[in-house]
C-alpha cells in the first residue's frame, strides 16, 4: 500500500479516534468533556466514523439483504447505495452537528473530498464493492487541523472510476492514523475494550491477540479492529487503544515494552 504522510512546517499532536456501532447514537457528556481536554493538552483530533447500525435499519428498510465476512460487509451494488446514502446523508451531518453543538468546531468530509481515499476493488468476487486503499490525500486534513476544524471522515473510498466503495471503518482509521503520523488510535466501540473469559482487559500484546484469535476467543467485527490496531503499532504508532465512549479500555503495546 503506499502511503504519504502529513508534511507541515512544524510536527503536531495527532490523535485519531474511530467511532463505531451504537456508540455514535448515544454520545454522551463524558466524550464529550474527554474530547475537549485532549484538544486542551494540543492534540489535533481527527475523527472517523461507521455507522452500522443506520446502514442495517436502512438495508432492511429496503430490504436489501446483506451479510459480514471476517467482519468486513459484503457489499452489492444496491447495498453500496444504501451505505454511500446513509454514511454521507445522516450519519455524518448527524455527528457533525452533535459535535458543533458540545462546541467542537468540526466538519464533515468523505472519500470523494480532495480524493481524500483512494481506493482499489479489495476482492470483488468475495465482497463486492468492498475498497482497499491505496493512497490518502492528507492535504485536506491538514487545512482543517491547521485552523483548529476536526475532520469528521465517512468511511466511503472512491475508485479511479469514480465508483464508491465501502470500507471496513477499522481500517479507515488505522490507514488514516499511518497516513498522518498519528501519536495515538483510539477506536472507540460499545464496549470497554477486549474481553476474553468475561473479563476486560487492560493491557495486551500483539502475540496475546493472535494467541487468542487462533483459540476463538476473539471472532467477528473485533477482528479487523485488533488486526488494524496490531499493524499501525507496528507501523510505528505509539499506542493503539479500544475504548468505550469514556475513552478508557484495552491498550495495545509492542511486546518490547511489556515490564
Known sequence: ??????????????????LGGSTLEGLNEAFFSNFKTLQEEGYDIIITHGGGPAINREL????????????????????????????????????VYDLNRAGIQAIGINGFDMNLLQCELLDY???????????????????????KVVPVIS?????????????NGDTVASEIALAVGAERLLLVTD?????????????????????????GEITGG?????????????????????????LTGTTIISKELVK
Do not use: F
Open 125 to 147: 468476487e468475495t465482497y463486492g464493492y468492498v475498497g482497499e486503499i491505496k493512497h490518502i490525500n492528507t492535504d485536506i486534513i491538514d487545512i482543517l487541523t491547521t485552523k
Open 1 to 18: 500500500m503506499t502511503m504519504y504522510k502529513s508534511m507541515q512546517a512544524t510536527v503536531r499532536k495527532r490523535i485519531v479516534i474511530k
Open 60 to 95: 432492511e428498510k429496503r430490504k436489501v439483504s446483506s451479510h459480514k465476512i471476517n467482519g468486513i460487509r459484503v457489499t452489492n451494488r444496491e447495498a453500496m447505495e444504501v451505505v454511500q446514502s446513509t454514511l454521507i446523508g445522516q450519519v455524518n451531518p448527524k455527528l
Open 155 to 167: 468511511c466511503i473510498g472512491v475508485s479511479e472510476e469514480g465508483q464508491g466503495l465501502n470500507i
Open 222 to 246: 473485533m477482528i479487523p479492529k485488533v488486526e488494524g490496531a496490531i499493524r499501525v503499532l507496528k507501523a510505528g504508532i505509539p499506542k493503539v487503544e479500544i475504548v468505550d465512549d469514556t
Open 191 to 215: 464496549v470497554a475494550g477486549i474481553r476474553i473469559g468475561g473479563k476486560y482487559q487492560k493491557e495486551v500484546t500483539p502475540e496475546l491477540i493472535y494467541r487468542w484469535i487462533e483459540e
